[in-house]
C-alpha cells in the first residue's frame, strides 16, 4: 500500500521531504525554533514597546532567512545569516 507522500512547492519545482536536504532541513527546523523563542519572548515582554520591536524586527529577519533558504538563495550574494541562539543577541 503506498501512502501520499508530503511535497512543497519552490517555484516550479515540486519536492517530497525526503528529496529535500538535510542540511536545508536543520537549517529551517534552527530558523523555526528561533521565531517560536522569538514569540514566547515578545509574549512575555509585551509591556515594553521597544523590546516588542526588536523581537518583531529580528523575526521579520528569520521569516526572509527562511524563504531564502527554501526558494534556494540562501546566500543572496551575500553573507549567509545566522541561524539558532545567535540571533537573540540583543
Same mark, same amino acid.
Given at each position: 500500500?503506498?501512502?501520499?507522500?508530503?511535497?512543497?512547492?519552490?517555484?516550479?519545482?515540486?519536492?517530497?521531504?525526503?528529496?529535500?536536504?538535510?542540511?536545508?532541513?536543520?537549517?529551517?527546523?534552527?530558523?523555526?525554533?528561533?521565531?517560536?523563542? &522569538?514569540?514566547? $519572548?515578545?509574549?512575555?515582554?509585551? #509591556?515594553?514597546?521597544?523590546?516588542?520591536?526588536?523581537?518583531? =524586527?529580528? /523575526?521579520?529577519?528569520?521569516?526572509?532567512? &527562511?524563504?531564502? $533558504?527554501?526558494?534556494?538563495?540562501? #546566500?543572496?550574494?551575500?553573507?549567509?545569516?545566522?541561524?539558532? =541562539?545567535? /540571533?537573540?543577541?540583543?
Amino acid at each position: 500500500m503506498r501512502t501520499k507522500q508530503s511535497t512543497f512547492h519552490f517555484g516550479v519545482h515540486c519536492m517530497t521531504s525526503q528529496q529535500i536536504p538535510v542540511s536545508i532541513q536543520r537549517k529551517g527546523c534552527n530558523i523555526l525554533e528561533t521565531l517560536t523563542n &522569538l514569540l514566547y $519572548l515578545a509574549e512575555m515582554e509585551a #509591556d515594553d514597546p521597544q523590546k516588542l520591536r526588536i523581537y518583531l =524586527s529580528l /523575526s521579520k529577519e528569520r521569516v526572509q532567512a &527562511l524563504i531564502q $533558504l527554501l526558494i534556494g538563495k540562501e #546566500d543572496g550574494g551575500k553573507q549567509q545569516p545566522s541561524f539558532g =541562539s545567535d /540571533s537573540l543577541r540583543l
